[in-house]
């Protein structure tokens, strides 16, 4: 397995467009996470799914941010409309048992 | 609530070891975590212990876990600029599979 896939690596937007980050997990985990990483704050857990079904999305910043796992083997994260202080790093992970493998994320740059 | 908490910043000598502390607040965790973080990259991980341990060791890494103050330490020995990175603690438990990250301690090594 080529381990868990996000794309694009690089994203660079101006304010007020819509920005959609994908993520493709490991084959056969029921678990997919969406983490945003900034200096600032670190490591933040933004939504998790389990079985392709949203379980807490607690960490989901505003109305702005949506996600979706239209099948097991491809999630979204979308930003509409994006601002400044959405520019993170996103990080997707997925999990089938204790550890959890991290793709290598997007590196979001809003102007 | 699930919380993991950690410092966000840790700077040593080479040669002289770092040790990086966390809590956490969920006493029914099973395992947990050490991730690391290298520049531009994913988490990978490092090592885990199991809640019924108090310490692991692996080369020039030991984890020490006192479960009853809910504090996780990872020492690093004879610390190296190549250990220069993000570590997050993190906590997960039997029957959801969700890990909850710390927000990571950046950990500098000067030469």
């Known amino acids: 397995d080529a381990g868990v896939i996000q794309s694009p690596r690089h994203e660079v937007t101006e304010m007020g467009q819509e920005v959609t980050l994908r993520c493709k997990p490991i084959s056969g985990h029921d678990y997919l996470f969406w983490y945003r990483q900034t200096m600032m704050r670190g490591l933040e857990l933004l939504i998790y799914?389990?079985?392709?079904?949203?379980?807490?999305d607690s960490g989901m910043p505003e109305d702005r941010f949506s996600a979706k796992m239209p099948n097991a083997s491809f999630s979204t994260l979308k930003i509409q409309p994006s601002e400044p202080r959405d520019s993170a790093v996103y990080f997707c992970?997925?999990?089938?048992?204790?550890?959890?493998?991290f793709g290598q994320g997007t590196r979001l740059t809003v102007v | 609530g699930e919380d993991v908490e950690q410092s966000l910043f840790l700077s040593v000598r080479e040669g002289d070891s770092s040790v990086i502390n966390c809590t956490y607040t969920d006493s029914s965790s099973t395992y947990l975590y050490w991730y690391k973080q290298e520049p531009g990259a994913g988490l990978q991980l490092l090592t885990y212990i199991f809640s019924n341990m108090d310490m692991k060791q692996d080369q020039r890494l030991t984890v020490l876990l006192n479960k009853k103050d809910k504090h996780l330490s990872l020492r690093i020995a004879d610390t190296q600029t190549g250990d220069s990175a993000i570590y997050f603690c993190?906590?997960?438990?039997?029957?959801?599979?969700?890990?909850?990250f710390g927000a990571g301690t950046r950990l500098f090594v000067k030469a």
């Open positions: 993190a906590e997960s438990y039997t029957g959801g599979f969700k890990t909850i």
């Open positions: 992970a997925s999990s089938g048992d204790r550890e959890a493998f």
């Open positions: 799914f389990n079985n392709n079904v949203p379980i807490d």
